[in-house]
């Protein structure tokens, strides 16, 4: 394998006689990976000044694949995916930029290409036309749009300020604020340049909004997005889509106040109030407590002299009035009159109607008789008497019928009893306690029985001997606990 300093050996002495046995014989893969050590030792790292062309964004592996050029020739460029994430300003067709990195080469196709570990724009004219580009791109998304600005509230009570801790910036805010209207001032350190100052404005942002009313730490009313003047490349930070997103997304009213009158980033397109200063923009958050003091003072007397102006004239008002008016006792003299000849007229229209009343009662009193209540009376009695008729008789033939089905039962009963079938010549064997006897098996010789016969007729007899029993024929009776049946 060659040893290659240069990327090249000697040609050789001859080049008829010794072509073909001298030259060293090379693989492609040698060559071109001697040609890339060669490369990378003579250039090493290089900044590199074109424009990006052939940039289709990020490819599926997250490295980015694109060119650099000017007007006479064309270098292929490769950004890393862990470099690219880094990058403060990202790649973008046509934008001017100076790359830095080193140059190498691509065996695969046998070209050169520089891997990119740093890019920026190339000058003042680069940035302004990448940040007009994307201006462009977010007011067309609606994030500038006037609707969508709230109010700022007019004394809010707790101020949440987005800055960087150690600057002039916080002092003059606070100083001022303090001059004006003393508020609860709650302060986010951020850095406010730098590659990390964009994502740790845009946190910020969204953490103030995170924030409970009534939380452990108050949520502010009014957010202030602050920094000192600088460069275009300084100010930066604040015209990234993360910040500018932020801003319009931001549920608490925000004043953007970065860098001076002049400086404008893109978060003073997305902010709801664009202070010039930061200093402006405590003037902005509050008033001067002050002048409200003065203005409520004034505000109270000349509504004091406004009440006082307006009793005052009501009080004319109603003299007058008054005057014009007629007096008590002229208003009710005439109905007065009118009640009294109303009252003596009553009287005599109340006696004359109890006396056409008595008359009426003394023609009708003529009329009435009492034939038609005695004809209703009697008519009365005797429909009584024959409901009472009606009545006797029912119970007769209820009675009647009850007994006639308490004699059937009666003559059920007794042929159900034993008496009955003692009646048709059975009897009855009781033991000497008195129960029925059913069968001979445990009598013993000597035993007293008691035979009964129908008509409660008994006679006692002493068991004399005891046959083997044999097996008796049963008959159910309905009693249920009769004796056998001799």
């Not at 925000?254 to 978060?267: K, M, N, S």
């Not at 009426?360 to 005797?382: C, M, N, P, W």
């Not at 009964?452 to 005891?466: C, K, T």
């Amino acid at each position: 394998m060659a040893e290659p300093v240069s990327g090249r050996r000697k040609a050789p002495a001859s080049a008829s006689g010794e072509a073909g046995g001298n030259a060293h014989e090379f693989s492609v893969s040698e060559l071109s990976f001697a040609l890339k050590r060669t490369v990378e030792e003579t250039f090493g790292h290089v900044r590199v000044r074109g424009e990006i062309t052939g940039f289709r964004g990020v490819h599926s592996s997250g490295h980015s694949y694109f060119a650099l050029k000017d007007e006479n020739a064309r270098l292929e460029a490769v950004i890393w995916k862990g470099v690219y994430s880094k990058l403060r300003f990202k790649p973008a067709e046509g934008l001017e930029v100076i790359a830095t990195g080193k140059l190498t080469t691509y065996p695969g196709s046998s070209k050169y290409q520089i891997v990119i570990e740093q890019l920026e724009p190339a000058g003042i004219g680069a940035l302004m036309a990448l940040l007009e580009e994307r201006r462009k791109k977010l007011a067309a998304e609606g994030l500038f749009a006037p609707e969508r600005k709230k109010k700022l509230p007019d004394i809010p009570d707790v101020i949440g300020v987005i800055t960087s801790p150690t600057g002039a910036v916080i002092r003059d805010i606070l100083h001022r604020l303090a001059d004006r209207f003393p508020r609860h001032v709650i302060v986010w350190p951020v850095r406010v340049q730098g590659e990390t100052a964009a994502a740790e404005v845009a946190a910020a942002i969204e953490g103030f909004n995170k924030l409970k009313p009534g939380g452990k730490i108050p949520r502010p009313d009014l957010l202030i997005v602050a920094r000192g003047g600088g460069s275009i490349e300084d100010l930066w930070g604040f015209n990234e889509e993360v910040v500018v997103r932020a801003a319009a997304a931001s549920d608490i009213p925000l004043i953007a106040a970065v860098g001076h009158e002049t400086d404008v980033t893109l978060i003073d397109y997305a902010a709801d109030k664009r202070a010039p200063t930061p200093t402006a923009a405590a003037e902005m958050a509050v008033p001067v407590r002050a002048d409200c003091i003065a203005t409520v003072l004034d505000l109270q007397r000349r509504l004091l002299r406004a009440e006082v102006r307006l009793v005052d004239n009501n009080r004319s008002q109603l003299r007058g009035l008054a005057r014009g008016l007629p007096r008590l006792q002229d208003l009710i003299a005439l109905p007065r009159q009118r009640f009294d000849h109303i009252g003596e007229r009553l009287g005599l229209a109340l006696r004359r109607a109890a006396e056409n009343k008595r008359a009426r009662l003394s023609r009708i009193e003529g009329k009435l008789s009492t034939q038609f209540i005695r004809f209703k009376i009697a008519d009365g009695k005797k429909r009584l008497e024959q409901y009472d008729k009606r009545a006797v008789m029912a119970e007769w033939r209820h009675l009647a019928d009850l007994a006639r089905r308490l004699g059937g039962a009666g003559k059920l009963l007794q042929s159900y009893s034993y008496q009955g079938v003692l009646e048709r010549g059975f009897a009855v064997v009781r033991g000497a306690d008195g129960k029925p006897v059913r069968a001979s098996a445990g009598l013993k010789p000597g035993a007293v029985l008691a035979i009964e016969f129908a008509h409660e007729d008994r006679v006692g007899v002493v068991v004399s001997g005891v046959d083997a029993p044999k097996p008796a024929v049963r008959k159910k009776e309905s009693g249920g606990s009769q004796g056998s049946l001799l």
